[in-house]
């Protein structure tokens, strides 16, 4: 599609597939929408692609939040090693709070986000 402009309004929502602006085709029912790259969706496409994209961005924030907690308990353990038990103590309280961050985070995930 060439001129997208003719026969479609500008959506505020970005392209699941490749975040480029997504446009919403006139007068279609169900609703249509394409992007400039020529992905396609009708609203319940749409739909499951946007779920599916924000539930793959909270797993990638819980695998973050992980990866975080690691490095904390490791600074604090070199902390600890090298004498510093002030800073070990407050890397160690950083780390559980990050934990605990992940755990909400994951047990919000396991329930199911469309049921919270
Ligand atoms: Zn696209």
Redesign the pocket.
């Known amino acids: 599609m060439e001129n997208l402009t003719a026969v479609c309004t500008l959506s505020a929502l970005a392209?699941?597939?490749?975040?480029?602006d997504?446009w919403e085709m006139m007068e279609t029912r169900p609703l249509r929408y394409r992007?400039?790259?020529?992905?396609a969706y009708v609203a319940r496409s749409l739909d499951k692609a946007q779920a599916d994209a924000a539930e793959h961005a909270l797993w990638a924030s819980v695998r973050a939040l992980k990866e975080r907690e690691m490095l904390l308990r490791r600074l604090a353990h070199v902390a600890q090693a090298t004498g510093d038990t002030a800073q070990a103590a407050i890397g160690r309280r950083q780390a559980d709070r990050v934990k605990a961050q992940a755990e909400k985070l994951g047990q919000l995930m396991e329930n199911g986000i469309d049921s919270a």
């Open positions: 392209c699941p597939d490749c975040g480029g997504l992007c400039h790259t020529g992905h």
